[in-house]
C-alpha cells in the first residue's frame, strides 16, 4: 500500500507542482493529512492573532499516476477515514456568512469520543467528509482555497466514506492531491470552517477511458451528484443541473422537455459551501429514479 506522509503537502493546485509518489490506477493510497491549519490550533487559549494564514488548506500530495492523460476520468474511491486527534472550530470578523455580526477571532477544540464530537459539551454525531480533493488544473495554479472544475476546496459532505469522486484530468499524471478533512459539518460551512481535523484517508483509484467530464461527479450507493463551482450559487447550480442534464439526455428516452419535467420532479439541488471564493452546489438525482427511466449507470 502507498502512504503519502503529511508533511508532504501543497497549498495549490498545479500542473508545475512537483510529485511526492508515482501510483497506478488501481492501488490504494493513504494520505496523511493536516486540519485546515496545519494543526496551528491545539487548544482554546491559543493566540489566534498569529495564525498564519499562509499555511491555510493544505492538501497532501500531489501524487502522480502513471498513464493519466488528458481527457481521461480519475475514480477515486474513498474507502476509508481515520480522524487523528482532536478537531477545531472557528470563526471572526470578515469570515463566512454571519462575519459582520463578530467582534474577534475564536475557536474551540473539540473531543471525538464514541463516534460523537463534543461542541461545548454537546454531542454531535459524526459526519466524516473530505474538504479538499483534486487534480492539477490545466491553466494556472489554484489555491487549496477554491473549488473548481478540478475539484479543490468543494467542502461537499457527500465525499465520505463510502463515496466514490470523478475528477476530470487536464494535465499528464493527473496529479491528486487531498486535504481538509472534517469530523462534522452542515451543508453551508456557514461560519468558515467545520470541525477541522487531521487524518488518514485510505482511497483507491482507477482510471476511465472513454468518458469525458467537465466538472467533479460524486456516486454513492444511493445517488449521484453532478458539482460544480461559481462566483454565486446561481451560476454554480445551472451549471450543476445542465452537466446532468446532458449527461442524462443520451441515456435515456425522454424528449428534452420531458426530461427537464422529471428532473424537476424527482432530482435535488443542495448546496455545498457558500463561504469559499467560488460557491459550491450539488445536483442530486438517485438511483431508484435513474431505474425508472431504464439507466443503470449515469456514467
Known sequence: MNFINKENHTFTFSSSNKSVQTVK???????????????QITCDSDDLELL?????????????????KPNQVL??????????????????PGFGVLGDKIEKMTSNVLKIENDKAIFKNI???????????????????????????????????????????????FTEGALLSMGDVHA????????????????????SIELIDNLTLENPIIETDEAYYTIASALTLDEAYQVAVENMFDILLP????????LVMFLSLAADIEVCQVVDPLKTIRFKIGKDALNKLNVTNLL
Open 251 to 258: 441515456k435515456c428516452n425522454l424528449y428534452k422537455n420531458d
Open 75 to 92: 475514480k477515486v474511491n474513498i474507502n476509508s477515514i481515520d480522524l487523528q486527534g482532536n478537531a477545531v472550530a472557528m470563526t471572526g
Open 52 to 68: 498564519d494564514f499562509d499555511r491555510v488548506n493544505p492538501a497532501t500530495g500531489p501524487v502522480y499516476i502513471e498513464n493519466a
Open 184 to 203: 462534522v459539518m452542515g451543508d453551508g460551512e456557514i461560519g468558515i470552517t467545520g470541525a477541522e481535523i487531521g487524518a488518514k484517508i485510505e482511497v
Open 123 to 169: 454531542e454531535l454525531p459524526l459526519n466524516k467528509m473530505i474538504g479538499v480533493i483534486g487534480v492539477a488544473p490545466s491553466g494556472d495554479a489554484i489555491k487549496c482555497g477554491t473549488p473548481g472544475s478540478h475539484g479543490g476546496n468543494m467542502d461537499c459532505k457527500i465525499i465520505a466514506e463510502g463515496a466514490s469522486i470523478y475528477l476530470p484530468i
Open 25 to 39: 490506477s488501481g492501488d490504494t493510497i493513504v494520505f496523511e493529512t493536516y486540519d485546515c491549519n496545519c494543526n
